[in-house]
């Protein structure tokens, strides 16, 4: 049975995802800014993804997502960027709709992300 990915994994991987579409390389520095976390703490969750297979990372110390790492990150972006978009459809102000996407994006099954996408988009086809 496969493992269940913790938060604090999907985040990382998000995050190097978000901050590669951003910038040509992506370096634990960047990835502690981005998050607010130490760079010790940044080590060990790099160490934990390379050893799952999610990211590698060359000599220079640039982070790279392995396919199955940027599925992972693809799909929580996704949920990311649906659920900040539902919240500020109803009135959520923007900070808090990532924020709170943020949390969510973990919580929520696939089969529910996918009924909230198919209502994102049916609401999107009545404006």
Do not use: W
């Not at 938060?7 to 370096?27: A, F, P």
């Amino acid at each position: 049975m496969e493992a269940r990915n913790t938060q604090s994994i999907e985040d990382y991987l998000e995050c190097i995802l978000m901050l590669g579409e951003k910038n040509e390389h992506v370096r634990s520095i960047d990835v502690s800014q981005e998050l607010g976390v130490t760079k010790p703490s940044v080590s060990v969750a790099m160490k934990k993804l390379r050893e799952r297979g999610m990211i590698t990372v060359d000599l220079n110390g640039h982070i790279f997502l392995t396919d199955e790492g940027l599925a992972i990150a693809e799909k929580v972006y996704s949920k990311h960027k649906l659920l900040t978009n539902l919240l500020l459809h109803i009135g959520v102000d923007k900070e808090t709709a990532a924020d709170e996407a943020c949390l969510i994006e973990h919580a929520i099954s696939d089969s529910t992300y996918e009924r909230l996408n198919e209502l994102y988009i049916q609401m999107q086809k009545k404006k």
